[in-house]
């Protein structure tokens, strides 16, 4: 936070969060008093084109909790009912964190539009690589994923991925090519989101195929509008999350989901600065605050 472009001063940090409800006001009807929740982090003008066109997560006046509202860094925070989605009680509270980072793979596959008989390609099996590929494994669809690390092929392979492939190869887009019956994948995401993996991923993507970009680099790349016209290709920015949550709830409450090993570490809020030493050592997966 202490570099970041975007966020505004004074603010309460705390980016996802879950919790249980304490009291509702008078109009709210969806969640009371004892339910857990999960909170959305972000609320929406509800009045711009996006908004108005079920599209609320890219708004002209997009507020994120934490960053340029108060997120969840407290023992109580008050909330939209709009924003805040019921949990099962037999789902563990601090583990539902991970719902939202699933709701972003979510909507990434939604944009792509993929069904079941898609061959989609994860470019990257890293954290946001695996969510991808735990979230298609639920449609059903052929998955391809490709590193360069081959303890995360492993995993992808471990977690639902059909075919792996090394992307440090001379020969990955024709291993590529084959492992998609010669066609080429009908949807690539790219979560190593570098000017080069969009490159990359318009070469290798199939005619009439949908590419989706998850990144934030600024830095070019360098993309013919020919690959784009010839072969149809609908090149798909994904951001956040938009009405996601009630599906992604269902696969985790169902076990289509598998959080173990994702959150690596847990402290009291009382030890925050001992969190935070974990988060600039870079050594964990996911460290969450406990309120509670
Ligand atoms: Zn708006």
């Known amino acids: 936070m202490g570099t970041s472009p975007v966020v505004t001063y004074p603010r309460i940090m705390g980016h996802e969060m879950t919790g249980v409800v304490e009291k509702v006001g008078s109009s709210v009807i969806h969640v009371g008093p004892g339910d857990h929740v999960i909170i959305k982090q972000t609320e929406s003008c509800g009045s711009c084109y996006a908004c108005t066109h079920g599209r609320g997560n890219v708004c002209v006046d997009l507020k ?3 960053v340029t509202i108060d997120g969840g860094y407290s023992q109580y925070t008050v909330v939209p009912e709009h924003s805040v989605y019921k949990i099962s009680k037999k789902l563990d509270l601090l583990q539902a964190i991970l719902i939202e980072p699933f709701t972003i793979a979510f909507h990434a596959l939604a944009r792509g539009r993929l069904v079941a008989d898609d061959t989609l390609l994860v470019y990257g099996a890293g954290a946001l690589g695996s ?3 735990m979230v298609a494994h639920s449609f059903g669809c052929k998955i391809i994923a490709v590193d360069i690390d081959e303890k995360k092929l492993e995993h992808a392979k471990a977690i639902g991925a059909d075919i792996v492939l090394n992307g440090r190869v001379d020969t990955i ?6 492992a998609s019956n010669g066609y080429g994948p009908t949807i690539c995401i790219d979560s190593v989101c570098t000017p080069h993996s969009v490159e990359f991923l318009l070469e290798v993507v199939g005619n009439a195929g949908r590419l989706v970009t998850m990144g934030f680099d600024t830095r070019p790349s ?3 509008q020919f690959k784009i016209t010839a072969r149809e290709i609908d090149v798909i920015g994904s951001r956040l999350q938009q009405g996601n949550f009630e599906q992604v709830i269902e696969l985790f409450e169902n ?6 090993g994702m959150i690596s570490h847990i402290f ?3 030890k925050v600065q001992e969190a935070f030493r974990v988060i600039e050592s870079g050594k964990y997966q996911k460290v969450v605050l406990d309120f509670s």
Do not use: A, H, M, N
Request: aromatic share 4%.
């Open 64 to 66: 994120v909790r934490g």
């Open 131 to 133: 969510s991808l590929i």
């Open 173 to 178: 887009q024709d291993d590529i090519r084959k």
């Open 222 to 224: 360098e993309i013919p």
């Open 255 to 260: 076990g289509s989901i598998k959080t173990e």
């Open 268 to 270: 009291p809020f009382t």
